[in-house]
């Protein structure tokens, strides 16, 4: 069955680091586009990032543009979230996610806590 396991989340200090990773099984990843999406706390969840299959492509939200970066190997089935520049309002919990025709799939999350 699918599974995504993301993890490196925790508590961060404003204008650090963290590298999220998102280990995926039960599908051919190579071939999907995989995304983060993030909820923070009475928020609607959205979109963060976004990779196409081959790497070529990547889209983002305006608020973590040039600050965040996706990426991925489809050697190991993991796609990474390198979020640079952290600030309070990143704070959230931190999914992954793939599209394969009927639904969406989802990871647990990562909460990221970003506070000095």
């Known amino acids: 069955q699918v599974q995504l396991v993301e993890s490196g989340g925790g508590l961060v200090q404003p204008g650090g680091s963290l590298r999220l990773s998102c280990a995926a099984s039960?599908?051919?990843?190579?071939?999907?586009?995989m995304s983060w999406y993030r909820q923070a706390p009475g928020k609607e969840r959205e979109l963060v990032a976004r990779?196409?299959?081959?790497?070529?492509?990547?889209n983002y939200a305006d608020s973590v543009k040039g600050r965040f970066a996706i990426s991925r190997d489809n050697a190991k089935n993991t796609v990474y979230l390198q979020m640079n520049s952290l600030k309070p309002e990143d704070t959230a919990v931190y999914y992954c996610?793939?599209?394969?025709?009927?639904?969406?799939?989802w990871g647990q999350g990562t909460q990221v806590t970003v506070s000095s």
């Open positions: 039960g599908f051919s990843f190579s071939t999907y586009a």
């Open positions: 996610s793939y599209y394969q025709p009927p639904r969406d799939y």
């Open positions: 990779i196409s299959s081959d790497s070529i492509n990547t």
